[in-house]
C-alpha cells in the first residue's frame, strides 16, 4: 500500500509538517523536534500527521505514535488557545492550589471531567508541579507564570485572557 492510500484524511493540509520535516530534517533523531513544531502549529498533534512523517522520515507509525503518547507534552486532543496549567504539587497544594483550580473551571463553565471548553478558547490542566515553589501556589498559562495565585486573582486572569489583555 503506497502513502496516498494510507491517508486517513485525502483532504488534509500536509504543508506544515513540511515546513516543519525541511526545517528540522528528516534525521530519526529530530523526532520530538517535528512534533513539537507540528504541536506549535496545530495545538496538538493531528491523527493525519502520523501516516505523513512516518513517510517523510522513514520511521513506522506506531514509533512515533509511541513517542507521541509517551512525553506528557505532547497531546492527540486539540487545546485551547490559552493552556492553563494549575499546579498542585506540594507547596501549592499545600497554600490551598485546588480552590484556585475549582474558581478556574466555575469562571470558564467546565463540566466535570471536561478540561477544554466549547470556544477552544481555554483548556486547563493540573500539573504535579512547575519548579516555582518559592511562589506558590503558582498557575501557568502557555509560558508565563503567575505566582501568588488566589481565587479572585484566578478570576481576574480569566477575565483578562479573555479580554486578550493578560501579560
Not at 35 to 46: A, E
Not at 138 to 146: E, L, P, R, S
Request: charged content about 25%; hydrophobic content about 40%; some cysteine.
Amino acid at each position: 500500500m503506497n502513502f496516498e492510500e494510507r491517508l486517513v484524511d485525502p483532504s488534509f493540509d500536509y504543508s506544515v509538517c513540511k515546513k516543519v520535516l525541511d526545517r528540522c530534517g528528516r534525521d530519526k533523531s529530530k523526532i520530538i523536534a517535528v512534533l513539537q513544531g507540528i504541536q506549535k502549529h496545530y495545538r496538538y498533534l493531528p491523527r493525519e500527521v502520523f501516516p505523513y512523517i512516518s513517510n517523510e522520515m522513514d520511521l513506522p507509525e506506531a514509533k512515533i505514535y509511541g513517542i507521541a503518547t509517551f512525553y506528557e507534552n505532547f497531546s492527540l486532543e486539540p487545546k485551547g488557545k490559552y493552556v492553563i496549567k494549575v499546579c498542585d504539587g506540594t507547596a501549592c497544594h499545600v497554600r490551598k492550589s485546588i480552590p484556585i483550580l475549582d474558581r478556574i473551571r466555575t469562571e470558564l463553565r467546565l463540566a466535570d471531567g471536561e478540561i477544554t471548553t466549547g470556544d477552544m478558547l481555554f483548556t486547563v490542566e493540573t500539573v504535579s508541579c512547575l519548579g516555582a515553589c518559592s511562589l506558590s501556589p503558582v498557575v501557568m498559562v502557555d509560558d508565563d507564570v503567575y505566582a501568588a495565585m488566589t481565587p479572585d486573582k484566578a478570576a481576574e486572569l480569566i477575565a483578562a485572557l479573555r479580554m486578550g489583555a493578560a501579560s
